[in-house]
């Protein structure tokens, strides 16, 4: 884990998801990239529970506080079939979870309750996701191709696996896209 100075870190608080299931989503998102439609990188991938923003120092451990008093349990999750938040024009393609989403969203109301109130960026309702496409391009063909996909891969089984722990996480922006890095895990009980 690294340690956080003075500058500012961009963070954000999500689960990681084994590689065997990453690999499999990865591998369905690589089947539709083209020039309109970005595959995320299967390192990538994860389910976010509350994206932070910029964050200075004290605000890390702040952060850190409100997770390590966190006392939910480890649970199941089931990462079942892709979606989209708007067929109509969509800008991400997810892989939906099945089971675990309820347990996701008590964790993210609980995160949100005990926050700093500055540190409460996200406007939109939560639901739990893992994104594996990005739509950059919104012309019919590219609509049309997001639309296909979603239905070629609605009943998608990309696996199951138990949350343990829940981790707050640095991302650098870069040329070659996000890096991402631990800064605090917590376990779950």
Do not use: W
């Not at 309109?36 to 910029?54: E, K, N, P």
């Not at 349990?73 to 675990?100: C, D, K, M, Q």
């Amino acid at each position: 884990m690294q340690t956080v100075a003075s500058e500012r870190v961009r963070a954000f608080i999500a689960v990681d998801i084994p590689d065997g299931i990453r690999e499999k989503m990865a591998g369905a998102a690589k089947e539709i990239e083209t020039e309109g439609i970005r595959a995320v990188a299967a390192d990538q991938m994860h389910i976010t529970l509350f994206f932070l923003g910029y964050l200075d120092a004290a605000q890390v451990e702040a952060v850190k506080e409100v997770m390590s008093k966190m006392d939910s349990s480890e649970f199941g999750v089931s990462l079942h079939g892709v979606g989209t938040f708007t067929i109509r024009r969509p800008r991400v393609v997810f892989a939906n979870i099945l089971y675990g989403a309820d347990e996701f969203d008590a964790m993210h109301k609980m995160i949100s309750s005990r926050l700093p109130a500055m540190m409460k960026l996200e406007k939109e309702e939560f639901t739990p996701h893992v994104t594996i496409l990005r739509l950059k391009r919104f012309d019919r063909v590219t609509t049309e191709r997001a639309r296909a996909f979603i239905e070629k891969h609605r009943d998608a089984d990309f696996g199951n696996f138990e949350c343990r722990e829940v981790k707050l996480k640095q991302s650098v922006l870069t040329g070659e896209g996000a890096m991402h890095s631990d800064l605090y895990v917590k376990k779950l009980i």
